[in-house]
C-alpha cells in the first residue's frame, strides 16, 4: 500500500490498482471503480480532490434513497396549489412508481429513463398523460440535483414534456348557438359566456351575482372553482395575477344573461350565478351529461366538441377583430404571450385568406377589362 499526501493507492490481488480518498466527512471512501495503472489511480485522485475543493463533491451514499420515496416526499413538502399536488401525485403513483419506484436516485440513469418512457407508449399511455408523467419526474429529479443527492438529471430526452396535444377545432358561431338552444335554459348563458367572454368553465361556476356587471356588461373574473377526487370543490384564487380580470360582455348575448341572473340564479349579492337544477354547485361530470346530449340533439354533426374548446372561438373572434396580444392575454387571463401569439397568427393566417381571395376576384376583373394586345405581365396587371 502507498501513502500520499492526499488519499491512498494500493495495488490488489488481481493486479488493479485501487484508489481511497478521504471524504469532507472524514471518511475513507474508494473510488467507485478500479485502475489499471497507479499513474490511472494518481490522476483519478488528483481530479476527486479538485473536486472537493471547488465544493462540488457528492456524497455517493446520499443517492441510494429510492425514487417511491424521495418523490413522495417531494410531492408533500413542496408548495402547491391542492390541484395542481393532486395532479402531480396521481401522475407519480400511476405513472412513474410502478416502474422506477424501486430505483434508488443514483442509479436512474438516462437510459433507464429512455426504457421507462417507451415502456409507457407501448402500453398505451396518452401523449398527454406520458409528457404530464415526464415532467413530474424531471422537477423531482432537479431537486434531487440541487440537494446533491445526484450530480446530473437523468432526464434528457428532448421535448419529452411535451404533449403535443392536437390543436383542436374551435366551433364555428353557428355551432355556439345551436348547442345554446340545445342545452337546458339554465345553461344557455353558461354557454353564451364560455364562448365570447372566453371564461373557463372553472371560473363560470365560482362567479356570484356581484361578479356580473349587467349595467356596464362585465364579468369581473376573482375566482375560480377547481375539482378534485371523490368530487369535492374547490373556490379558490387564480394562478397567477392575470386571472383576476374584468371581461367585457358582447351586447349581443347580454340580454341572455340579464335573463338568467333574474330566473335562475342564486338571490343576493353572493348567490352564484350558476347553479343545478336543485340548487346545487356545478360539476364537471354532471355538466358532461347535459353537454353530451346536447351535442346530440343539436344536430351539429360533432361529438368530440369540449366545453373549454367554446373558449376558443372566443379567441379566434377577438384576434379576428384586431385585438392585440396584450388584449388577447388580459381577455384570457394568460400571463404569458405564447397563447395569445397562436391565437392572433390563426387570426392573420384568416387575414390572408382573405387577401388571397380579393387578389382572385381583382386579377379576374382585370382580365375581363383588359384590352385585347395587351400584353401579359406588364406594370397595368396585378399580381395579387
Avoid at 143 to 165: E, F, Q, Y
Avoid at 248 to 276: T, W
Wanted: aromatic share 6%; hydrophobic share 40%; net charge positive.
Amino acid at each position: 500500500m502507498g501513502k500520499r499526501d492526499w488519499g491512498r493507492i494500493r495495488k490488489l490481488p488481481s493486479g488493479r490498482w485501487q484508489a481511497r480518498y478521504p471524504g469532507p466527512d472524514g471518511r475513507l471512501r474508494p473510488a467507485d471503480k478500479t485502475f489499471d495503472t497507479k499513474a490511472d489511480a494518481a490522476a483519478w485522485l488528483a481530479d476527486k480532490q479538485s473536486e472537493i475543493n471547488r465544493d462540488e463533491w457528492i456524497d455517493p451514499d446520499a443517492g441510494k434513497i429510492k425514487l417511491a420515496e424521495f418523490g413522495s416526499r417531494w410531492i408533500a413538502e413542496r408548495r402547491l396549489e391542492e390541484t395542481t399536488r393532486e395532479r402531480y401525485e396521481i401522475a407519480f403513483r400511476v405513472h412513474v412508481v410502478p416502474y422506477l419506484g424501486d430505483v434508488e436516485l443514483a442509479k436512474l440513469k438516462e437510459g433507464r429513463v429512455r426504457t421507462w418512457r417507451k415502456t409507457l407508449e407501448d402500453e398505451g399511455v396518452g401523449k398527454a398523460s406520458t409528457a404530464k408523467a415526464y415532467r413530474v419526474l424531471r422537477a423531482i429529479l432537479n431537486t434531487a440535483v440541487d440537494d446533491r443527492l445526484i450530480r446530473r438529471n437523468p432526464c434528457r430526452i428532448p421535448k419529452a414534456g411535451d404533449d403535443g396535444s392536437a390543436e383542436r377545432d374551435a366551433p364555428t358561431l353557428d355551432e355556439v348557438f345551436a348547442l345554446a338552444d340545445a342545452v337546458p335554459p339554465r345553461y344557455r348563458a353558461l354557454v353564451l359566456l364560455g364562448a365570447f367572454t372566453s371564461l373557463r368553465f372553472g371560473e363560470l361556476a365560482a362567479l356570484t351575482v356581484t361578479s356580473v356587471d349587467l349595467v356596464e356588461g362585465e364579468v369581473h373574473v376573482r375566482k375560480s372553482q377547481a375539482e378534485l377526487r371523490g368530487g369535492r370543490r374547490l373556490v379558490k384564487g387564480p394562478k397567477s395575477k392575470a386571472g383576476v380580470r374584468i371581461v367585457a360582455i358582447p351586447k349581443a348575448i347580454l340580454d341572455d344573461v340579464r335573463a338568467h341572473v333574474e330566473q335562475f340564479s342564486e338571490p343576493g349579492a353572493d348567490g352564484r350565478v350558476f347553479v343545478g337544477p336543485l340548487g346545487g354547485k356545478l360539476s364537471r361530470h354532471n355538466f358532461r351529461k347535459v353537454w353530451v346530449k346536447a351535442l346530440a340533439e343539436s344536430k351539429i354533426g360533432k361529438t368530440d366538441v369540449h366545453f373549454h374548446d367554446l373558449r376558443h372561438t372566443g379567441n379566434n373572434l377577438a384576434a379576428r377583430a384586431g385585438a392585440t396580444t396584450r388584449e388577447l392575454m388580459a381577455r384570457m387571463g394568460h400571463s404569458s404571450v405564447r397563447a395569445a401569439l397562436i391565437y392572433q397568427h390563426a387570426s392573420r393566417e384568416a387575414d390572408r385568406k382573405i387577401a388571397d381571395s380579393m387578389s382572385k376576384a381583382v386579377r379576374k376583373a382585370r382580365k375581363a377589362a383588359k384590352p385585347k394586345g395587351h400584353a401579359r405581365g406588364t406594370p397595368g396587371d396585378l399580381a395579387g
